[in-house]
């Protein structure tokens, strides 16, 4: 990457807030992953999943559901920010109708894009379908405690 600015921030950003949710709900089967719900909220997006299962519990019961959060911060190493956007990467498993929490070793997380990287790729809502598909795939391994930089390339 080079120091020439293609995407601001500031575009990033209002792109984001004007145009998508920020909250995304991906059913995961053994070879494919498929978005189920989104919202601006994560009560507002749980709660279309909680219709849904109510609606069809036998498609859901034992399946694993996997939520990416989208939130902005100012880039400071030095403060436990690693870049400017962060998605949070969640697990949960449908048991009884119930959604529970669901502890996937390597697949959930913090995972971080980094001013610099956003200035020049810019910002796409299919690199939230990408990272989903790429940890189903075993692609990448996702750590809780340390920050996961995205570096992917399409």
């Known amino acids: 990457?080079?120091?020439?600015?293609?995407?601001?921030?500031?575009?990033?950003?209002?792109?984001?807030?004007?145009?998508?949710?920020?909250?995304?709900?991906?059913l995961v089967?053994?070879?494919?992953?498929?978005?189920?719900?989104?919202?601006?909220?994560?009560?507002?997006?749980?709660n279309i999943i909680k219709t849904k299962i109510t609606n069809n519990p036998n498609k859901y019961e034992g399946k694993t559901i996997r939520r990416l959060s989208i939130s902005f911060h100012k880039e400071n190493k030095n403060l436990n920010s690693y870049g400017i956007i962060l998605i949070t990467l969640n697990n949960f498993i449908v048991q009884k109708s119930i959604i529970?929490?669901?502890?996937?070793?390597g697949k959930e997380g913090p995972i971080w894009f980094t001013k610099k990287w956003l200035n020049w790729n810019g910002w796409d809502?299919?690199?939230?379908?990408?990272?989903?598909t790429d940890i189903m795939k075993n692609k990448i391994n996702l750590s809780r405690i340390s920050p996961n930089i995205y570096h992917l390339y399409f």
Not at 8 to 15: F, G, S
Request: proline share 0%.
């Open 125 to 132: 809502k299919k690199y939230l379908t990408k990272i989903v």
């Open 1 to 26: 990457m080079s120091g020439i600015i293609k995407y601001t921030i500031k575009d990033i950003k209002n792109q984001i807030k004007e145009k998508e949710v920020r909250n995304y709900w991906f």
């Open 29 to 46: 089967n053994t070879n494919k992953s498929m978005l189920i719900s989104k919202g601006d909220s994560k009560k507002e997006s749980k």
């Open 100 to 105: 529970k929490t669901l502890y996937d070793k």
